[in-house]
């Protein structure tokens, strides 16, 4: 389960940053062509997409928080 998890967690945290990455990126050409619209569309596209995905890498870093592998030692 927890290797289950480190694939999930990697994945979504790999894909919410290249979706970041690429919203910045067409936001910028927006920008370079003097095209707002182009801009904001970008942003309207991909920043909810991006936002699920960090919840999610998110809230599997929370649970893996809590497996033995994770858990320094000498804490409770």
């Known amino acids: 389960m927890q290797r ?3 694939r999930l967690f990697a994945i979504s945290l790999l894909l919410s940053l290249v979706l970041a990455f690429i919203m ?8 370079i062509m003097g095209n707002g619209e182009w801009a904001v569309l ?19 870093a929370f ?11 000498g804490t409770s």
């Open 42 to 60: 970008s942003s309207e596209w991909l920043k909810q997409p991006t936002i699920i995905l960090a919840a999610i890498f998110s809230g599997i």
């Open 4 to 6: 289950l998890l480190e």
């Open 24 to 31: 910045v990126i067409s936001q910028l050409i927006g920008l």
């Open 63 to 73: 649970v893996l928080g809590y497996t033995k592998a994770y858990k320094v030692k």
